[in-house]
């Protein structure tokens, strides 16, 4: 039996097959927080039912929403207006998309709350969500070390403010934007680069009035406050992050053919797509469609000749969790592909830049660690590595697509954690053929 503190990929002949891609995480946090904030039922199809989000659900009953699982992604939570100080704490886990979305929530409300998550949450910058919030009028007691949770949150009496993004953030805007619903005034949120606008989309699915006015390569954002939400139906589109993985080993392995159904083709989620196809990948969509608000496709992997490219700076926000997983594919690209102005990567569930530059290193591939970014040189891939992923998930099913695709097996640290946003990833690629246990 393998060890449970272990997972090991071993290299494939080839993949066949499809498989549907799980429920967007981005989606699945969003339709549980403003299905509490709201009035009245919300009916959830497709929900992402990984650790994180299990986590947001919770966290969403003890802010005082029933909060009911009826089947297989079906969920159903009935919310009273807004919410009210929780009995306890609030751990999320290690949901960095969780708890600054509900901390944002919460700024609005009339009550006190604590909020922890585990011990790589706990090491993740949290100012960048409190700093606006304070600015609002929220207050937070910080329990340990500043700027790191656990912190107490107070809220209430908000005021309206204009603020300008300084680095293209979904989280912080949306932190904004849900504590913007009962502040006095206008809450304005300016973005010289455009992050996922999943929360906008879904705060019209629930009835509020959100203004968005196209500036340049950004936008304007405004929302007045006041304004109460009703309960709506949610159907949660499938993760392209997710989708990334079965079909990155689609590229990679030789003589395969993946198919990801039921995926979110979001124009701000494609980033990885289109520079896969810069690459010269053989990716198609098939079925386009619309769903919840969202475009969604059937898209296929075909193995291909890949070479490094220089990514474009600006796409780094509508791929900022996919880097892990394109630095792996282009490991067995022809020459350099150039990653840069990823700094973020840093400050996510771990430092992702060193993390893939030692996991990549271990197993022989040629990478340049720069501080905002890195340099992955192609070829053939030795693998053999045992890769280090201090719990993060993204590093360690990155690696192991990596591993169906070298000369020599790779092992991964820590995978449990994998179960966080990719509860079935290894069923699903045991499905396609691969080797990983």
Known sequence: MPSPSHLTARPAASLHGAATAPGDKSVSHRALILGGLAQGVTEIEGLLEGEDILATARAVEAFGAEVRRLGDG???VTGRGGFVSPPGVIDCGNAGTGVRLLMGAAAGQTLSATFDGDASLRQRPMK??????TAMGARFDWIGQEDRLPLTLHGGGLRAIDHVQSVASAQIKSAILLAGLNAAGATVVVEPERSRDHTERMLRAFGAQVAVQDQGAGWRIALEGGQRLKGTSVAVPGDPSSAAFPLAAGLIV???EVTVTNVMLNPLRTGLFDTWRDMGADLTVANLRQSGGETVGDV???HSRLTGVVVPTERAASMIDEYPILA???AFADGATVMRGIGEMRVKESDRI??????LSACGVRVEEEPEGFIVTGGSVRGGGMVTTHGDHRIAMSHLILGLAA?????VDEPGMIATSFPGFVSMMRGLGADIG
């Open 74 to 76: 079906r969920w159903r």
């Open 128 to 133: 960048r969500v409190t700093g606006p919030l």
């Open 254 to 256: 030789p003589a395969s």
């Open 300 to 302: 296929t992997a075909r």
């Open 328 to 330: 792996a594919t282009a």
């Open 354 to 359: 060193a993390l893939m530059a030692s996991g």
């Open 407 to 411: 000369e020599q097996a790779v092992t």
